[in-house]
């Protein structure tokens, strides 16, 4: 690991930084507290496209956030990623195998092995060989769907967060 000090910083990506990495962003640092790890470490959230920048967290996902007891505060303004960002993290969650090749393309491939698909750390998720398709670790892309559709994508989100945590604990020794 290229970079390591406190705070160890995490960073959720998606597209937009409206839906997926927000709601990522909310339940691992609501994990990290409860493991006794949030003053080591700091989470954040982009997106690999500009388009949604300044806006908030989609309204639906912030409902089924709420709906589930996770604090959303309202301060939440998404943001496009940075190459400087990608820098300065200790851990990169991207939510598809697309926002991952997106990454590795702006860190011109120098993210030593700080770049994970968010899903990898899901016990119940399909396990992938290298050079596999990891399309099947994609955490589902609910803007265009419905409430069911965020439901599952904070399921998915909740379903790896555990195995986060482990990692960042490790890291942390």
Do not use: K
């Not at 599952?152 to 482990?166: H, M, Q, R, S, T």
Request: proline share 4%; charged share 30%.
């Amino acid at each position: 690991m290229a970079r390591m000090s406190l705070p160890y910083r995490v960073m959720t990506v998606c597209t937009g930084n409206i839906c997926r990495s927000p709601m990522a962003e909310v339940v691992l640092r609501e994990r990290l507290a409860a493991a006794g790890l949030g003053d080591r470490v700091v989470v954040d959230s982009t997106g690999v496209s500009d388009e949604e920048r300044g806006n908030p967290v989609d309204r639906r996902a912030r409902t089924v956030l709420l709906e589930h007891g996770y604090d959303v505060d309202g301060t939440h303004r998404a943001r496009q990623v940075r190459a400087d960002d990608l820098a300065t993290r200790d851990l990169v969650l991207a939510m598809t195998a697309q926002h991952a090749r997106a990454l590795r393309r702006l860190a011109h491939d120098d993210l030593d092995g700080r770049l994970f698909l968010y899903r990898t750390f899901d016990p119940a998720a399909p396990r992938v060989a290298p050079g596999g398709a990891e399309a099947v670790l994609d955490v589902a892309d609910p803007w265009y769907g419905g409430m069911r559709d965020f439901e599952d994508c904070l399921a998915e989100v909740e379903a790896a967060a555990d195995g986060i945590v482990a990692h960042v604990r490790a890291a942390l020794g």
